[in-house]
């Protein structure tokens, strides 16, 4: 059996290589002499490096792909270089520049990462995954590549989208790389741009669907149980036909979670109970409108209704202070287009073919957007919610920034600086008459690496809707008042390592109160969290 690698081999495997953090003792140990600059670099200087460089790009798709390469040659020196300054490299990783990488995928490719199961080895993945090295998988984030944030189906090309997301997982919440695996189901493309492209990567074929597409889901979920009984699959800009049955499928039997539906939700819900220290109110006096019906407005009008209940409120009730807005209008339940999930919020109401009409109806004390289609909220319908609200609560949650119903300055100007105001994406600061504002970011980047950490720490068997409340309410606590004073309704992301560990720790609380983990309870839950948490450390 050979030894650990050495030589050019240590250099090119990106969990132990150091570069130029190498020792002399080290070169002369592992056959590196003469293979490294003759300086000993410390990590300092290393990340330091990596600031200078990446400050010196043009554009951000440029600094996406260098953190890529670094990540495909030093992990650690990746991770160190992340969470010295998350606030700077999250957009960087993720939203908005992962998008236009999922986009331009097939042209920027330079290494394999994570791994890709095509439908035509239907039978065969269990063979497949058994390739992948690690043999301890914890997480697995996996897309089908259809729904990639507000970009449409990018076929294969979505798998910057797990990869991303695991990044964060590591990044914000302190989740072991090691266990984690970005995974893309390409069942095909139905992209005619992509299927034309001598450079995409993909399977060249329309998608399959139905009764096929659900077995070839099923045996990739059963061959995850049998490899990786541990684990917990977290799905991924599906299709919303795809992902709410999906999720109801699962949800019961597997450790798993839809971050779009779930997440989505936990980190709207942080947001309006942030809101609620702003523009006052209980939870279960407000009455929310969802620009947007599909899987992301539904689970989040679910959560919030959920949570309703729990102070105290008919659920049924709930549901109905919840009102959805698509293409065809209003959800009323004199349509006969509605699909069964989005049926327990159609209200009892006359239809409303305009957005701006149906606020002036419903009265909504906030808006929520989802729908992917910029500039939706315009000046009607904001200068509508700030004649009906002292304090109008305006979330335009839409991915990439080119697709939020309005921006921050939109938002503030248009409400004469009165809106309670958070968004998918980041927008800079607002000066309105002298007065600063610090747009918030509902990004889910504050639940989905959280709950992560909590499921690791724990072992927990599954993931419950009452768990994203949890977590909800865990973020909104750590919200100061100075924070508030500047509009800033989630903790600064400046701080995010600091603010998911203490939500992974409540989560956990919850886990081991339900009897979900597979570990027994310690005295502190919190040093537990704390204890598993990977740290960008070079070992010896």
């Known amino acids: 059996m050979s030894g650990p690698p050495t030589g050019y081999d240590l250099l090119r495997n990106p969990r132990l290589n150091k570069g130029t953090a190498f020792t002399e003792a080290e070169r002369r140990a592992f056959g590196l002499e ?66 236009e990488a999922c986009q331009k995928f097939a042209h920027i490719f330079r290494q394999a990462r ?24 914890r997480f697995i984030v996996v897309t089908d590549g259809e729904r990639i944030l507000g970009l449409g189906d990018l076929g294969a090309g979505g798998m910057g989208i797990p990869i991303g997301k695991l990044s964060l997982y590591t990044a914000c919440a302190g989740v072991p790389p090691q266990y984690c695996l970005p995974i893309v189901l390409d069942v095909g493309t139905n992209n005619q741009v992509l299927l034309d492209d001598p450079l995409y990567q993909g399977l060249r074929q329309h998608r399959v669907r139905g009764e096929e597409y659900l077995a070839f889901v099923d045996e990739f979920v059963a061959a995850v149980q049998r490899l990786y009984p541990k684990c917990c699959i977290q799905w991924e800009d599906f299709a919303n036909f795809n992902a709410v049955p999906i999720l109801a499928r699962y949800c019961d ?9 779930q997440g989505t939700a936990g980190v709207a819900l942080a947001g309006i109970f942030g809101a609620l220290r702003l523009s006052g109110g209980k939870l279960d006096e407000q009455r929310f409108l969802f620009l947007g019906a599909g899987s992301a407005a539904t689970g989040i009008a679910e959560l919030i209704s959920l949570a309703m209940g729990c102070e105290g409120m008919d659920l049924a009730a709930a549901r109905r202070r919840n009102a959805l807005f698509d293409i065809n209008g209003l959800l009323v339940t ?17 239809p409303a ?28 319908v904001i200068e509508a919610m700030a004649r009906i609200n002292a304090r109008p609560i305006i979330f335009p949650y839409s991915n990439p920034t080119s697709r939020s119903e ?37 990004n889910n980047v504050y639940i989905f690496p959280a709950m992560g950490m909590a499921v690791f720490a724990t072992e927990a068997k599954r993931v419950t809707e009452e768990m994203f409340i949890v977590a909800a309410q865990a973020v ?35 886990i081991f109160d339900q009897g979900l983990a597979r570990v027994p309870r310690p005295d502190d839950v919190g040093a537990l969290v704390r204890a598993r948490a990977y740290r960008p450390l070079y070992g010896d």
């Open 334 to 350: 004199s349509r006969t287009d509605l699909a069964d999930f989005q049926k327990p919020f159609a209200q009892e109401a006359p």
């Open 253 to 261: 039997k597997i450790c798993t979670f839809n971050d779009d539906i």
């Open 114 to 137: 994570g791994m890709y199961l095509p439908i035509t080895v239907r039978g065969r993945i269990k063979e497949l995954l058994s390739n992948w090295p690690e043999k301890d998988v």
């Open 406 to 442: 309005c921006t921050a300055e939109e938002a503030y100007r248009w409400s004469e600086g009165r809106a309670v105001f958070a968004s998918g994406s980041p927008f800079p600061l607002v000066e309105i008459n002298g007065r600063r504002f610090v747009p918030g970011q509902g």
């Open 34 to 99: 003469g293979l490294l600059p003759p300086a000993v670099t410390t990590m300092a200087l290393q990340v330091a490096r990596r600031h200078g460089e990446i400050a010196t790009l043009e554009n951000d798709l440029q600094k996406y792909l260098v953190l890529s390469d670094l990540q495909a040659r030093n992990e650690t020196l990746y991770y160190a270089v992340l969470m010295s300054d998350p606030a700077t490299y999250m957009p960087i990783v993720y939203t908005p520049t992962v998008g």
């Open 353 to 380: 073919s305009t957005f701006v009409e149906a606020v002036e109806a419903l009265r909504p004390t906030g808006i929520i957007g989802v729908s992917t289609v910029p500039k939706l909220f315009n000046r009607e």
């Open 476 to 510: 909104a606590e750590q919200v100061t008042e100075e924070d508030l004073s500047m509009g800033l309704i989630y903790p600064p992301q400046s701080h995010i390592l600091k603010a998911s560990l203490h939500v992974a720790e409540r989560i956990a609380g919850y």
